[in-house]
């Protein structure tokens, strides 16, 4: 790459020093004591807003300016930033269908992710069958460049594009070229900043959705040693499907997995809404906390895990009555609630660790899950989950439970 002129050099050299320090802050300690090693620092829009703000300054104007990271969710395939006049905006990219979005396969980002190589189109050049440079062509831009940036991760791709309606494009900064290979010098600037944000973004995302929030959370803090646990009180939640063997010789592996996802689906939909934590799929089982943080919280914790168990029967409602539709055979399930101590941490082996809660408890609220279908009732909760809860119950009877002593009374909701 060509030397840059001494003007470029000293613009770029303020640039990436303002860069240096309001991404990355400094270390220390916060006003309550704990250590921090980015104190200071910017978030990721606003250190893309400030950049901006001062490439537009040296060598606008920018019509546009945008900058893309492709994550690892489950949900999404990644987002966007975009800079216009002084402001931005962020847009997120759903992960599903996106390998047929049209916008997509009509899109520069498409050519680079085919290349991995800088695209550019300018004024005079025929404009071609893609949306985004119609636009841009229409509202009188000159020049627009697209850079792969050199992230270490060769199987996501991350860019950044400018584009502007200035005569003459990006060619009236010193010619073709060295426009060109400025706009990329200051891409690349960026780009160690963009993958630090992109893999802590993606190794909290993989905690989220293979932990959960709470242990993702607690593994990222660095909870990751075998028998590393806490006794915390929760509220237990465990779910199982009805009839799940018949199901799974009736339907086969594949379909039966995609009736699991819209089974628990429903389960999780209800769990997130009222901020329970699902730690563990158990086959066609589950297992779900919702942690007593302090002492006045039981009542509301305990009616949070109740209305989540009472909305994932209305979802399994709304979930029976498509498969109706479809001609497939309606599902059931039973929910087994309790209280009690846990402890929430690490059990496995030296190599291979497992985050989970364990205890009596647990077990209980298991056993409580299995007799749903004895007494024909979808949900049931025991006298310690319902003594401090709020909402009405109704006594069913008392059963002895596997392993405890004495026997447990059990109530089903009003509705």
Not at 174 to 196: F, S
Not at 232 to 243: H, K, P, T
């Amino acid at each position: 790459m060509t030397q840059l002129p001494a003007n470029d050099m000293d613009g770029f050299g303020r640039l990436v020093a303002w860069l240096a320090q309001a991404a990355l802050g400094d270390t220390g300690k916060r006003s309550d004591g704990t250590l921090d090693n980015n104190l200071g620092a910017l978030t990721f829009p606003e250190v893309f807003a400030g950049f901006c703000d001062r490439i537009n300054d040296w060598i606008g104007p920018f019509s546009r300016i945008s900058i893309a990271m492709e994550v690892l969710h489950p949900e999404l395939s990644g987002g966007t930033l975009y800079w216009r006049d002084g402001a931005v905006e962020e847009r997120q990219i759903k992960r599903a269908g996106i390998l047929a979005w049209d916008e997509y396969l009509r899109s520069p980002v498409y050519v680079i992710e085919q290349t991995n190589r800088p695209w550019r189109w300018r004024q005079g050049d025929a404009v071609p069958d893609m949306p985004l440079i119609q636009d841009l062509s229409s509202q009188g831009n000159t020049d627009y460049c697209l850079f792969p940036l050199p992230i270490q991760d060769t199987s996501r791709t991350s860019t950044m594009s400018f584009a502007t309606r200035r005569p003459g494009g990006f060619g009236a900064l010193g010619g073709d070229d060295l426009g060109a290979g400025l706009l990329r010098r200051i891409a690349w600037a960026m780009t160690p900043y963009v993958e630090r944000v992109a893999l802590r973004v993606i190794a909290l995302d993989l905690l989220d959705a293979y932990v959960g929030k709470i242990a993702g959370k607690r593994v990222y803090g660095g909870q990751i040693e075998l028998g590393a646990v806490d006794p915390i009180d929760a509220a237990i939640l465990v779910a199982d499907l009805r009839g799940f063997t018949g199901l799974s010789e009736e339907l086969g592996e594949i379909a039966m997995v995609e009736l699991l996802n819209r089974y628990f689906e429903t389960l999780g939909e209800a769990i997130a809404a009222h901020d329970g934590q699902i730690l563990k799929f158990m086959g066609d089982g589950l297992l779900a906390v919702f942690p007593i943080v302090s002492e006045g919280e039981p009542a509301n914790i305990h009616a949070a895990a109740l209305l989540a168990a009472i909305r994932a029967r209305a979802n399994l409602a709304t979930l029976n009555a498509a498969l109706a539709a479809e001609n497939r055979k309606q599902i059931d399930f039973g929910i087994g609630l309790h209280t009690g101590s846990v402890a929430f941490g690490n059990i496995g082996t030296g190599t291979r660790l497992d985050f989970t809660v364990i205890g009596p408890a647990v077990n209980q609220a298991s056993r409580i899950q299995d007799l749903t279908k004895e007494l024909r009732e979808p949900i049931l909760a025991s006298r310690d989950f319902v003594d401090t809860l709020k909402l009405p119950m109704r006594l069913v009877g008392a059963r002895t439970l596997r392993g405890v002593e004495k026997p447990v009374e059990l109530f089903a909701p009003m509705v």
